[in-house]
């Protein structure tokens, strides 16, 4: 991972490249780090900016080699941010992600990194720190691969050094970059796992995962639950989906001990089904190689909980992982029977494709156990979603509102958008069945809302949210691979709404 610094204007090192954040108009109405690189390179940007070379609009970029004191120059267009948070939010992380991708396309391995700042306004800072950070790790990632002519070639950056103005600033901003680190190396995992082919990542693969960052951090504790302790647990919605598999589904249980202060945890639960065929009610094979995707929930829980770790957050949190394959073996569960969950509920199976909800109403009984104050699942459930959404946001369904609100702000402030969706016994209607307490479809309309109206039924009066990442989770086409959320906006919730 690379190393992030802020670092006051006074005090910087030398570096291969400069990296300037330019906004639209701005020799009009320079700022004093502006001013500073400007100074720096006898008016260079002033002049490129008046002779049209250089308009600092959003998106562009300009390389100047051997531009500062041998150093060369990048300018990154900022373009006008708006005076709307959330819209101003964007534009920096636009800048960010730009400024990024043409940093690495240099092969520079230091760099100083030069922000629009706001004097005396730490919040700002801070923010900026989590934006630039965030950006920088994005672009460094690489899918893991398994091609013939063998890894991608290693990234040469090291190093950037992000220029603060004074002291409160510096530290506000390293704060936020020291944040924005620690959340990285869980969405690292998170994208690992699910970037994996699905012959690779089985849930024995997902329960050696766990193993393996319980011994790399000593604050997380792992449990895995095998097929007979599933059994004894009587959790019967969760083995109807594992039966049509020859990969043993697992039950993960991790623990993050991360305060001393006698305070209920918040549980997490990740739905991970590491291929999703849709069993019987089999899918369309147009795109079915992307449900190795499906385990994008437990995927999220699991990165959550190291970058937990890593950051050594002040709270208590337990990821519960059930995960397994959907297959339409000879033994696979059939449209029209009937299982027993783990609550004693009776399921009448109409669609084996809906299968999620199967193995997380147990899991969420299950979590029952460490009476959490909040209890919040993440879950590739529906393509409703996807339709109702597309990707820009995560489904938000809830039972709190107070609970509702902080994940929606920890999205705001994360970049890790959420959108809140309603439920309502007036759906539960819709899950009616002759032959059992509940079917597990309740028809075409409505169908995100009345998968998450199922999982109410199994959390009780718990405070309780359901992020449906159908949409979020992965990118298609070519950009096909897994986008790592929500595990920002979990971190940010997790970490600063305690």
């Known amino acids: 991972m690379v190393d992030v610094k802020a670092v006051a204007l006074k005090k910087l090192a030398p570096s291969d490249l400069w990296v300037v954040v330019v906004g639209d108009g701005e020799s009009k109405k320079w700022g004093q780090v502006a001013r500073f690189v400007d100074s720096q390179c006898q008016g260079l940007i002033k002049t490129l900016m008046r002779d049209g070379d250089f308009s600092g609009k ?21 373009g006008t941010p708006s005076s709307k948070s959330l819209e101003r939010q964007r534009s920096y992380r636009q800048a960010a992600h730009t400024a990024a991708a043409a940093l690495l396309k240099t092969r520079a391995q230091t760099a100083t990194l030069f922000w629009p700042s706001e004097d005396h306004d730490d919040h700002f800072a801070y923010t900026q720190g989590r934006i630039i950070t965030d950006a920088l790790c994005r672009a460094l990632y690489q899918v893991p691969t398994r091609k013939a002519q063998g890894k991608s070639k290693p990234t040469t950056l090291k190093r950037v050094h992000v220029a603060a103005l004074e002291n409160a600033s510096l530290q506000a901003l390293q704060a936020g970059i020291d944040l924005s680190l620690g959340t990285a190396a869980g969405i690292k995992t998170a994208k690992d796992l699910a970037n994996l082919p699905g012959n690779v990542c089985t849930p024995s693969y997902l329960a050696s995962e766990a193993q393996r960052l319980a011994r790399q951090y000593r604050s997380i504790k792992t449990t895995v639950h095998d097929r007979r302790a599933i059994e004894r647990l009587k959790m019967g919605a ?154 820009p946001v995560s489904g938000l369904f809830s039972n709190n509102d107070e609970l509702a609100d902080e994940l929606l702000e920890a999205g705001v402030r994360s970049g890790d958008l959420a959108w809140r969706m309603p439920i309502g016994e007036e759906y539960t209607e819709m899950l009616k069945s002759n032959f059992a307490d509940l079917g597990n479809i309740g028809g075409r309309e409505a169908g995100a809302v009345t998968a998450a109206c199922f999982l109410w039924k199994f959390v009780d009066d718990i405070p309780w949210a359901h992020l449906d990442i159908a949409g979020s989770a992965w990118l298609g086409g070519a950009q096909k691979g897994s986008t790592g959320r929500p595990v920002s906006l979990l971190v940010d919730y997790l970490t600063l709404s305690q």
């Open 238 to 391: 969760f083995l109807a989906v594992a039966q049509g598999s020859a990969q043993e589904p697992k039950l993960i249980v991790m623990e993050y001990h991360g305060s001393k202060r006698a305070k209920a945890p918040i549980v997490l639960v990740g739905k991970g089904i590491t291929f999703d065929t849709g069993g019987i009610s089999l899918k369309d094979p147009s795109a079915m190689d992307e449900m190795k995707f499906d385990m994008s929930g437990a995927a999220t829980v699991i990165g959550t909980m190291q970058a937990l770790a890593q950051l050594k957050a002040d709270v208590n949190v337990v990821a519960v992982v059930p995960t397994c394959e959907n297959m339409p073996d000879g033994k696979a569960v059939k449209p029209g029977d009937v299982v027993t969950a783990m609550s004693g509920l009776s399921i009448e199976i109409l669609n084996t494709d809906a299968e999620g909800r199967l193995i997380l109403c147990d899991a969420l009984h299950f979590a029952k156990r460490f009476k959490p104050r909040a209890l919040i699942d993440v879950a590739t459930l529906t393509g409703a979603c996807v339709v109702a959404l597309g990707g």
């Open 58 to 78: 959003a998106g562009e970029t300009l390389l100047i080699p051997k531009a500062v004191h041998s150093q060369a120059l990048l300018l990154v267009g900022l």
